[in-house]
């Protein structure tokens, strides 16, 4: 079955770094594109970040680029987000999600890993 365990969340000062990865087993990694997603209290759950099979692809949502990084490593069966420069607007529940196609969509992944918390104080 397949799992996706995200791991790094915390409290982190306005203007510092956390470095979120999402390990996965249960499915052939290298064939599915992975995306990062995330849910502030009270809000949507939307997209943040999304990474290519191979990891030569990779696009963002406009409040995080240039401050958000998506890389994944295939032999380790994991994705990774760093994150830089954070914001309290950052604040929320970050997901990974694994699904064959390339999309921006949150109803278009079909696995998603348990979520963990990233919280920014100004």
């Known amino acids: 079955q397949v799992q996706l365990v995200e791991s790094g969340g915390g409290l982190v000062q306005a203007g510092g770094s956390l470095r979120l990865s999402c390990a996965a087993s249960?499915?052939?990694?290298?064939?599915?594109?992975m995306g990062w997603f995330r849910q502030a209290p009270g809000k949507e759950r939307e997209f943040v970040a999304v990474?290519?099979?191979?990891?030569?692809?990779?696009y963002y949502r406009d409040s995080v680029k240039g401050r958000f990084t998506v890389s994944r490593d295939n032999a380790k069966n994991t994705v990774y987000l760093q994150m830089n420069s954070l914001k309290p607007d950052d604040t929320g529940v970050y997901y990974c999600?694994?699904?064959?196609?390339?999309?921006?969509?949150?109803?278009?992944?079909?696995?998603w890993g348990q979520g963990t918390q990233v919280t920014v104080s100004s």
């Open positions: 990474v290519g099979k191979s990891g030569g692809s990779a």
């Open positions: 999600a694994a699904d064959f196609r390339f999309s921006l969509l949150v109803a278009e992944y079909d696995y």
């Open positions: 249960g499915l052939t990694f290298s064939s599915y594109v």
